[in-house]
């Protein structure tokens, strides 16, 4: 166990390093120079230095990363004007273009994309694993054929579609909600909720697909299994079978899969994000990116990267805590 | 061949593969269906914007004339019907370039992994996982953000996509690969003393045409909702080259005033995605019954 | 009152019939056994007594204790399944659910049909699991099927069958997938507990050596119809109908001995084969798997050697190190003095078990069999292999079909034919018989036997089936544990066999004589006591 868990702290720390050096390798193959954005309209030969200096632009890329590694780990200072500023570890610096701190920026955004992600999740798992289940159960062929339809239409469509519509449909023909606009959850939890319901829904219309999919399938294999058949010769009721045998069979990939979806929701925010105007991380992103704002642009590459990690991690554990044949290796 | 008559049997399949392929159709002949209506994509109408309104075509459904087929372009003044048809060459475009790459990464780095010995296994496994692991829209904004203005956006955009993602056909080639090693008609190769190269190319390759084509058959729509969200995102194609995500990207500042600008390109784009989806579908059914994995 | 009564009972699947008339009757306490080829319809009819047919058409009475269960409504059918009938499946591995502990599943039923509290079901299954001889029954209860061996899980199911105290237990090829030895404590056990309880058994099996020994009367089924049925002592002994006749006959018969005294062919010296473990335990890995653990042993040209051993003993590794397939971790293996490796495709050959995966399913017959040609340089071998095709018995139309249209006994004779095309001096045989039916493996072991005479080639024949190395083999090399624990003249080592494992396959060999049968049973009873 504890071999395991060392494997996968190694695993994930060579992940966050190859992450790192690629974003930054990639700024460096950037052709425009933060500095002249960050300096402004009349921006001279000398205040350009100096500002490059302040970034910390003047050393060579290798040095700058080796602080930057350091920052993390033990915190780093860095020169504002006649004094210094301390950076705590994880120090992710400062951003280029608003001066905040990463980290601060991060955590201000993180609850947004939270919210997202594990309210989307619980919508999907929901519809999702209900719509499979009757399906697989061919109870009613109708309804079997629905499902399938909505499916394939559900994994077809890109969510910033869905979006489109959803909002053009309750917020412009019908006028059923207002336009969404963030709410945490502290403030106002009903707001929050109904904030957040379109933004749900476009994602689920998508992730429940794949689940409804996932459980139907997973039904019926299960239902065609050995061991369901000696539960019947034993005399057991279907509906305990079901519940006790098919499900449970059905489920076990499910579950690992929610915790994967739940880390690829936040690292693909960025479009539902920006259809909705939801200040997440994601939106983040996209901003910094234009801005060639590279401490914002590392730290949201280094979290979303550690989110799907971990998430990793987690669905491995998973999975050997639900299936007993799987142990850890 | 009795496969293709069986996959058109299904009804799903063939309205499916028939709207794909006229989608496939309008992307090739799109110069020449632009020709025909008389219009290309990038002159500028302004006389056909009312100003007052900020900007909106005049006349129903945004524009619609004998001149203007499907109307213009709110804002621009832009022909619709060419910017919508070379957008299909944009969308197509990429996602099959990036699908091509894909198989190719893809396919070798995991028949290598499959027939390799322990260590290149190992180490080509590590290679995927780490690229499964990456965040790859992140990366994908921030790599198409870098790259210099000059250098052909749609190229870019497929290689991007592809070098990203072909973690997912990697790790089903190399199951399929390990799986088709144990055969024993694999061994009996091996035993009339036929070689590595000899046993790949004769029989395990043509094994792993079914399961890829069935797993590349969603990777096509897939490319193309990635390539559809880049652009809505503004990191895709540059203007004034017309994409498909690029529009609706435009038509969420213009969706009260004139909806057909959603619409349009919305429409088209699910119309397609649909129609691969269904063929994906079928081809998944009759060439490996027993597969019933949500593929990712 | 007789327990079980079947008339005239017909299964159809859509409009083919799997049962076609079968009638017999079955007292209380006593034993039946019914046995069949694949597709005789037996494994149909156990079903159908249980109810559990979805898709068949089923005509005819079965009554149980009085009930008709081809009318009985979806309730009373529930209250009879393990209550009053208990099946014992062939599959031990799948037929229990894997995410329930193997106590809780007993449990499970044995409350569903009593009624009875959460102690009281469990303490059930601890005894019903001590009475089929699983030690430390408490500790066993708490643990999933994958954790225990194929023949503790197939206890584990009788003792479910048991729980509830059925009047009648039925046991659907309950041998088939286990080890000979394990086959034999199996149907020991299934003879104890109907002596010791009082519960009637119908034994389904295609081997009528497993249902020699274990029942009283015997019916014999083909194509969904009875062709004889009668005590088992009598059928079984001096039978009479032909296809019965047929049946034993192709059980294997010991053959004349043939001393061989040539030169060794191939030579195997000192040869080990480690596989590296892949689970862990902390940060180390655990000892590697000895699938073969020192081996030395000559094959002398001209002889048939058979290899025999249960499975996990490293036979199937030595087999394909002998082709030259898998290196081994040290030692040697020379053939003509040459090693092993430098000899490929052209002295030495091979014919592999399972005949729908030895083949291409992508290609020809006719091209498989050609493949070993064209690698030798043959720019145009369709004569030479349709010469192959009639040689073993196949015919030349055959070579442009695909594996999938042809039954598994002709694929078999494919795979013969692939192996002679080179003209190899030496074929290695894994396990060429044991997934075919009993007269289909009399008529390819026959064939073996003809084409080795003809060509005078020398065979390996890997077995786990010492009654057919009886009739194929000169010489016998058993294998346990990847070490080799005797090896000597077949003859020699039937009748005085040394090493005890030796001695406890012997004992577990099933034979079709009941008297046979019933001794080698008090035999290995006073062995275990």
């Known amino acids: 166990m504890i071999g395991y868990v060392l494997r996968r702290v190694a695993g994930a720390l060579l992940v966050l390093f190859g992450l790192s050096v690629i974003v930054y390798a990639l700024f460096y193959l950037a052709p425009r120079d933060p500095a002249v954005l960050t300096c402004g309209k009349g921006c001279t030969p000398e205040r350009l230095a100096q500002v490059h200096a302040a970034m910390g632009l003047d050393e060579s890329p290798v040095a700058q990363y080796g602080h930057f590694l350091q920052g993390l780990v033990a915190g780093r200072d860095f020169p504002a004007g006649p004094d210094v500023r301390h950076c705590p570890a994880p120090c992710l610096g400062y951003s280029f273009e608003t001066d905040q701190p990463v980290t601060k920026l991060l955590a201000d955004r993180l609850p947004v994309s939270a919210s997202l992600a594990i309210g989307a999740e619980i919508l999907s798992l929901a519809i999702g694993i209900g719509a499979g289940l009757l399906s697989g159960l061919r109870r009613f062929r109708f309804l079997d054929r629905v499902v399938n339809g909505l499916i394939l239409a559900g994994y077809a469509v890109p969510v910033f579609l869905i979006g489109l519509f959803l909002l053009l449909l309750f917020c412009v023909r019908l006028q059923w909600l207002p336009f969404p606009q963030y709410v945490p959850l502290t403030t106002d939890p009903l707001a929050w909720a109904q904030n957040l319901l379109l933004p749900w829904t476009a994602l689920a219309v998508i992730q429940s697909a794949g689940y409804a999919r996932l459980t139907r399938a997973g039904v019926q294999q299960t239902l065609a299994e050995d061991y369901v058949r000696t539960a019947r010769a034993y005399g057991l009721p279907e509906r305990r079978i079901i519940r006790s045998r098919a499900l449970r069979g059905a489920l076990v990939p499910l579950v690992t899969l929610t915790a994967i979806d739940l880390a690829a929701i936040m690292a693909s925010a960025v479009l539902t994000e920006t259809m909705f105007g939801l200040p997440g991380v994601g939106q983040l992103l996209v901003g910094a990116v234009n801005q060639i704002d590279l401490p914002v642009v590392v730290g949201v590459t280094l979290l979303t990267g550690f989110l799907v990690v971990v998430a990793n991690a987690i669905a491995d554990l998973l999975y050997a805590a639900i299936d007993p044949r799987v142990q850890i290796r | 061949m009795t496969l293709l008559r069986r996959l058109f049997d299904d009804r799903a399949f063939a309205t499916g593969a028939v709207i794909a392929g006229i989608m496939i159709l309008i992307a090739v002949f799109a110069p020449l269906l632009t020709k025909l209506a008389g219009q290309d994509p990038t002159t500028f109408h302004n006389e056909l914007l009312d100003s007052a309104r900020g900007g909106v075509p005049i006349g129903r459904f945004g524009g619609i004339s004998g001149e203007h087929w499907l109307g213009v372009e709110p804002g621009t003044g832009r022909d619709l019907f060419a910017r919508v048809v070379y957008g299909a060459r944009v969308s197509l475009g990429v996602a099959l370039s990036a699908l091509a790459l894909q198989l190719l990464i893809g396919v070798g780095v995991g028949v290598a992994a499959g027939l390799g010995g322990r260590y290149a296994d190992a180490a080509l496994s590590r290679l995927t996982d780490l690229t499964l692991a990456f965040p790859s829209l992140v990366l994908a904004i921030a790599l198409l953000a870098i790259v210099p203005q000059n250098w052909p956006r749609p190229l870019l955009l497929a290689v991007v996509i592809a070098l990203l993602q072909w973690g997912g056909t990697a790790r089903i080639t190399r199951g399929e690969t390990l799986s088709l090693k144990t055969r024993d008609y694999v061994a009996a190769a091996q035993v009339s003393g036929a070689g590595p190269w000899r046993v790949a190319r004769r029989e395990i390759l043509p094994g792993l045409a079914a399961p890829v084509l069935t797993y590349a058959a969603l990777v096509l729509p897939s490319n193309m909702i990635t390539e559809a969200g880049l652009s809505f995102l503004g990191v895709g194609v540059r203007p004034p080259t017309p994409s498909w995500g690029q529009m609706l990207s435009s038509a969420t500042t213009w969706f009260r005033a004139d909806p057909m600008y959603v619409f349009l390109p919305g429409g088209l784009l699910f119309l397609t995605l649909l129609a691969f989806m269904l063929v994906a579908n079928g081809v998944r059914r009759v060439i490996d019954p027993r597969q019933s994995e949500v593929l990712r | ?529």
């Open chain 3, 1 to 529: 009152m007789t327990l079980l009564s079947v008339r005239d009972l017909c299964i159809t699947f859509g409009d083919t019939p799997a049962v076609d008339g079968l009638s017999f009757d079955l007292e209380p306490g006593g034993a039946l056994g019914i046995v069949g080829e694949s597709g005789s319809g037996k494994s149909a009819t156990a079903l159908a007594l249980l109810g559990l047919h979805t898709r068949a058409t089923i005509d005819g009475t079965i009554a149980f204790d009085g009930l008709d269960i081809t009318k009985a409504t979806d309730d009373r059918l529930r209250a009879i399944r393990g209550a009053g009938i208990a099946m014992v499946f062939q599959e031990p591995l799948t037929a229990l659910s894997p995410f329930h502990r193997v106590g809780d599943q007993i449990a499970e039923v044995y409350r569903l049909h009593t009624g009875a509290s959460k102690k009281e079901a469990r303490a059930r299954a601890i005894e019903v699991l001590a009475q089929v001889h699983i030690p430390d029954p408490e500790r066993r209860a708490d643990a999933y099927p994958h954790q225990f061996s194929g023949g503790m899980r197939q206890r584990a199911l009788i003792a479910m069958a048991l729980s509830c105290r059925p009047r009648l237990i039925v046991a659907d090829e309950p041998t088939t997938a286990l080890d000979v030895t394990v086959q034999a404590q199996i149907l020991d056990l299934l003879d104890e507990v109907r002596t010791t309880t009082g519960t009637a058994l119908l034994l389904i099996s295609h081997d009528l050596g497993v249902v020699a020994g274990a029942t009283d009367d015997v019916i014999v089924m083909r194509a969904g119809v009875a062709v004889e049925s009668g005590p088992t002592d009598q059928v079984l002994v001096t039978p009479r109908e032909p296809y019965t006749r047929e049946l034993l006959a192709a059980s294997p018969q010991p053959s004349a001995a043939r001393p061989i005294s040539s030169p060794p062919l191939l030579r195997v010296a000192e040869v080990r084969k480690h596989f590296p473990q892949t689970r862990r335990r902390g940060l180390r890995r655990l000892e590697p798997v000895k699938a073969v653990d020192g081996i030395t042993l000559d094959v002398r040209a001209g002889e048939t050697l058979g290899i025999v051993g249960e499975s996990g003993t490293g036979k199937t590794t030595l087999a394909r190190m002998m082709v030259g397939l898998i290196p081994p971790t040290s030692g040697s293996i020379t053939f003509d003095g040459v090693p092993i490796t430098r000899r490929r495709g052209r002295s030495v050959q091979m014919v592999f078990q399972d005949p729908l995966s030895s083949l291409n399913p992508r290609r020809t017959i006719g091209e498989s069999i050609a493949d070993p040609l064209r690698l030798q340089g043959m720019t145009a071998p369709r004569i030479k292999v349709e010469e192959l095709l009639v040689r073993v018995g196949l015919s030349r139309s055959l070579y442009s079909r695909y594996p999938h249209q042809l039954s598994g006994g002709m694929r078999q004779r494919v795979g013969i034919a692939r192996a002679l095309a080179p003209d190899p001096r030496l074929i290695v045989c894994d396990e060429p018989v044991s997934s075919l039916d009993v007269t289909t493996q009399a008529q390819v072991l026959a064939l073996l036997e003809d084409i080795r005479r003809e060509r005078g080639l020398t065979m390996v024949f890997v077995t786990h089936d010492l009654a057919v190395l009886r009739q194929i083999a000169d010489r016998v090399a058993v294998l346990h544990s990847g070490r080799v624990v005797e090896l000597g003249d077949v003859a020699q080592v039937w009748e005085q066999p040394q090493h005890a494992y030796t001695k406890e396959l012997l004992a577990a060999v099933p034979v079709a004589d009941p008297v046979e049968a019933r001794r080698r049973r008090a035999e290995r009873r006073s062995v275990a006591r």
